[in-house]
């Protein structure tokens, strides 16, 4: 473990200034995300390469599906969560504590360059509980000439967020919703935070953003509309994916309705150039078409892309310029 950043010692316990929850954390307790520890009049990130998954994934399988198609990415996954989602889709290893073994900065960049990756993905949890780790790897994996992805919950304090961000190249940030009443009592999350976060991240990177539509929870047409509606006063080039959610950890309604997600991309492409629709076998949806002449730009089925009418960023028939990195 390594002495943790941003925090201030308060008359008796330590205030954590990472994430906006802005934990009290008595002397021996950890905070809410469990990453940070109060001992010896210090806060500590305890799971300092501490590391519960590696995996090399698909780009797309970010998703991120407009950030060098086709290549793939080595994906890891610290055992940590400042959000606790009822129906977190991988609750087993970011809401509880289980074996975790240590990836030093040094043994992460011997198993990158054994493996032909594009860069890390740091993902399947919340990257952002691994803060002091990505700001060591992130600058060794730049060095080596990686990328470095985050797919995350955007929930981070602007200070951190604007030091970590020069050694981020993508990221896909969790939206998922647009009801701060939601955000707070039921995810424990803040949605102005996350708002910030895109924001400030597509400034400054590529960004795309996913919206799991949760039965019951985000999933009327009202609350859809004004997600888009945001995404869409940002800028209409971003990626949005609209993913089926499916019961699992607290949560047991059904799975997205199929009719829910066709009318959340139809209602997006009306808005939008790049929407998709994941964890859902869909004739169009996991495909980019030009947004000027329509033409089939990257075809995808199962993970399987093939990059069909782009001229280096450009589509090959109409010439339009398209929001991709290669
Ligand atoms: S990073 Fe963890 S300890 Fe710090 S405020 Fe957020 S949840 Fe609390």
């Not at 890390?120 to 992805?149: C, Q, R, S």
């Not at 002449?293 to 028939?317: H, N, P, Q, W």
């Amino acid at each position: 473990m390594v002495e943790a950043r941003y925090y201030e010692k308060k008359n008796g316990y330590i205030e954590c200034q990472l994430c906006p929850h802005y934990c009290k954390i008595q002397p021996g307790k950890l905070g809410a995300c469990r990453a940070r520890k109060n001992e010896s009049d210090k806060l500590w990130a305890i799971n300092y390469g501490e590391t519960t998954s590696v995996a090399l994934d698909p780009m797309e399988k970010k998703p991120l599906y407009h950030f060098f198609p086709g290549s793939q990415i080595l994906s890891i996954a610290c055992n940590s969560c400042n959000m606790h989602c009822p129906f977190c889709q991988n609750w087993e290893i970011s809401q509880t504590a289980v074996k975790t073994e240590q990836l030093s900065p040094e043994l992460l960049l011997k198993i990158f360059h054994d493996h032909s990756s594009i860069g890390i993905a740091y993902t399947y949890t919340e990257p952002l509980m691994w803060f002091e780790y990505l700001l060591d790897v992130g600058e060794l994996i730049h060095n080596e000439g990686g990328k470095n992805v985050l797919v995350t919950n955007g929930l981070l304090n602007e200070k951190p967020l604007l030091e970590l961000i020069p050694l981020i190249d993508a990221m896909n940030i969790d939206l998922k919703t647009m009801d701060p009443e939601t955000y707070k009592n039921i995810l424990f999350g803040d949605l102005d935070t996350v708002k910030r976060t895109i924001e400030t991240a597509h400034q400054k990177c590529h960004i795309e953003i996913t919206n799991l539509l949760v039965t019951g929870l985000n999933d009327k047409k009202r609350d859809i509309d004004r997600l888009i509606d945001y995404v869409a006063s940002i800028d209409k080039d971003i990626p949005l994916h609209f993913s089926r959610y499916y019961p699992n950890y607290k949560y047991d309604k059904p799975p997205t309705s199929i009719k829910r997600l066709e009318y959340a991309y139809e209602r997006a492409k009306e808005k939008l150039n790049y929407v998709y629709l994941g964890n859902i076998p869909a004739a169009d949806g996991a495909n980019t078409y030009c947004p000027e002449c329509g033409v089939l730009l990257i075809e995808r089925m199962y993970f399987r892309t093939l990059i069909k009418g782009l001229d280096g960023t450009r589509c090959a028939s109409c010439g339009k310029e398209i929001n991709i990195v290669l």
